[in-house]
T-cell receptor, first 112, second 114 residues
Framework: DAGVTQSPTHLIKTRGQQVTLRCSPK?????VSWYQQALGQGPQFIFQ???????QRGNFPDRFSGHQFPNYSSELNVNALLLGDSALYLC???????????FGPGTRLTVT | GDSVTQMEGPVTLSEEAFLTINCTYT??????LFWYVQYPGEGLQLLLK?????DKGSNKGFEATYRKETTSFHLEKGSVQVSDSAVYFC?????????????FGSGTRLSIRP
């Protein structure tokens, strides 16, 4: 049983560019959450998707957007990249009626 | 808003020493509490959890008790091993029966000397 998978593993972008990160949830899970983990910090909640809609959102600007597909996989899009967007982006999946979230290995984004 | 405060690291111990990592929380409701661990080069893994006051979560020799009166969830292990070296995150979730955002502390890096 595959766990949560994310792609790509690493990514280098230039300030002002746009980026798309991808996540496939654990088999059977219907809810996907995204987190940003800056170096040396704990993860910060970005948003959560269920039934292809944004269910909850953290304190992140509109430059951060997402999508969930009918197969429950998800994308995180970041526009107009800033140097401060450099971080590890974590995807977590769960069932909508469970508090337990399973995390993927993350995508390391570097903005230069 | 809700928040989690945990003891700053790094923490360095000798093998077989006793471990305590302090964690306190602020929440308006009745959160679920977690400890996550992040081993070098790996993703976050749920170590243990507790969903109501006085619950004790335990796994791999680690324990933590949900103390509502002191709003604490301290992580303990009686005898640490080199393989326990990792970053530990205390966290809370506002939901108990539904998926909700998880609020993390800043993490405590633990290093165990042979």
């Amino acid at each position: 049983d595959a766990g949560v998978t994310q792609s790509p593993t690493h990514l280098i972008k230039t300030r002002g560019q746009q980026v798309t990160l991808r996540c496939s949830p654990k088999s059977g899970h219907d809810t996907v959450s995204w987190y940003q983990q800056a170096l040396g910090q704990g993860p910060q909640f970005i948003f959560q998707y269920y039934e292809e809609e944004e269910r909850q959102r953290g304190n992140f600007p509109d430059r951060f957007s997402g999508h969930q597909f009918p197969n429950y996989s998800s994308e995180l899009n970041v526009n107009a990249l800033l140097l401060g967007d450099s971080a590890l982006y974590l995807c977590a999946s769960s069932l909508v009626d469970s508090y337990e979230q399973y995390f993927g290995p993350g995508t390391r984004l570097t903005v230069t | 808003g809700d928040s989690v405060t945990q003891m700053e690291g790094p923490v360095t111990l000798s093998e077989e020493a006793f471990l305590t990592i302090n964690c306190t929380y602020t929440a308006t409701g009745y959160p679920s509490l977690f400890w996550y661990v992040q081993y070098p080069g790996e993703g976050l893994q749920l170590l243990l959890k507790a969903t109501k006051a006085d619950d004790k979560g335990s796994n791999k020799g680690f324990e933590a008790t949900y103390r509502k009166e002191t709003t604490s969830f301290h992580l303990e292990k009686g005898s640490v091993q080199v393989s326990d070296s990792a970053v530990y995150f205390c966290a809370l979730s506002e939901g108990q029966s539904s998926a909700s955002k998880i609020i993390f502390g800043s993490g405590t890096r633990l290093s165990i000397r042979p």
